[in-house]
């Protein structure tokens, strides 16, 4: 494949899944082939936030007179990762956000069958939802706090990705609802070579960060529970008829907080 087509699928994967590229015309064919670039994609979004987090704290500890050396005082560190997390917001049109919200809803309802695909599909918000929403938000505000606060900037950039490659792990893990849908056609694009490449990345990802001082546990316990999650939420969506978007946009979210919990 010539780098010009890598180019167009990278960009089919940005505009796909964030703001950060024009819009682009998609084909059930060419949404599929830009999966694999799905984690690529939250890299680029990462980067953002993290460089717009960067530059906040970097005024306010100029204002407030602190020293990155020294550590940033929790107030300018919660200020900056809120940014972070608004200019994520709005980068993705809160597209995973929704999806999270979603299946919090028809989990916490406890129905099954056609009445969970119902919950599934209404795009209410109840009580379950704002729960998901209010849990997995503040995580990832106090975790991203947590990191900026310590002078780590490493992690927020990756954390993006690593919750992209979530979704990829999870569309490979389950058979779709329906094979035309978004859900389905994410799982289209998620082959067994995908899922081997991501896999082998992920790998790879870990013993870079162990060789910049993440701890062999950390890494341990990192791979392990996402795994974990992963297997959880594809036997859930099984159980419920197979994988939608929803289940997909809420994979990238909890994934992105537990690798920000996981590298603290």
């Known amino acids: 494949m010539s780098p010009a087509a890598?180019?167009?699928?990278?960009?089919?994967?940005l505009a796909f899944l964030s703001r950060l590229a024009p819009p682009r015309s998609f084909t059930a064919q060419s949404l599929a082939a830009s999966v694999p670039w799905f984690a690529p994609a939250g890299l680029a979004l990462g980067c953002l936030c993290t460089l717009a987090a960067w530059l906040a704290l970097t005024i306010l500890s100029t204002a407030t007179g602190a020293s990155h050396a020294m550590g940033t005082a929790?107030?300018?560190?919660?200020?900056?990762?809120?940014?972070?997390l608004a200019l994520e917001l709005w980068s993705t049109r809160g597209l995973h956000w929704d999806g999270l919200a979603d299946l919090g809803d028809a989990c916490g309802s406890g129905a099954s069958g056609a009445r969970f695909r119902e919950i599934l599909r209404d795009s209410r918000l109840g009580a379950f939802g704002a729960l998901s929403l209010l849990l997995i938000f503040s995580g990832?505000?106090?975790?991203?706090?947590?990191?900026?606060?310590a002078g780590q900037w490493l992690m927020p950039v990756l954390a993006p990705a690593w919750g992209r490659a979530c979704a990829v792990w999870l569309a490979a893990s389950a058979p779709p609802h329906n094979p035309d849908s978004l859900g389905g056609?994410?799982?289209?694009?998620?082959?067994?070579?995908?899922?081997?490449?991501?896999?082998?990345?992920?790998?790879?990802?870990?013993c870079l960060l162990a060789a910049l001082g993440l701890s062999f546990w950390q890494g341990l316990v990192l791979i392990v529970a996402q795994y974990c999650l992963t297997r959880r939420l594809a036997a859930q969506a099984r159980s419920h008829g197979g994988l939608s978007?929803?289940?997909?946009?809420?994979?990238?979210e909890l994934g992105q907080l537990w690798f920000l919990l996981a590298t603290l």
């Open 140 to 149: 990832q505000w106090l975790a991203l706090a947590w990191h900026l606060a």
């Open 74 to 84: 929790w107030p300018a560190a919660a200020l900056a990762a809120w940014l972070w």
């Open 6 to 13: 890598w180019g167009g699928r990278f960009l089919d994967a």
């Open 245 to 252: 978007g929803d289940f997909l946009g809420a994979a990238i």
């Open 185 to 206: 056609l994410a799982c289209a694009g998620a082959g067994p070579t995908v899922r081997r490449v991501y896999r082998l990345g992920a790998l790879l990802l870990v």
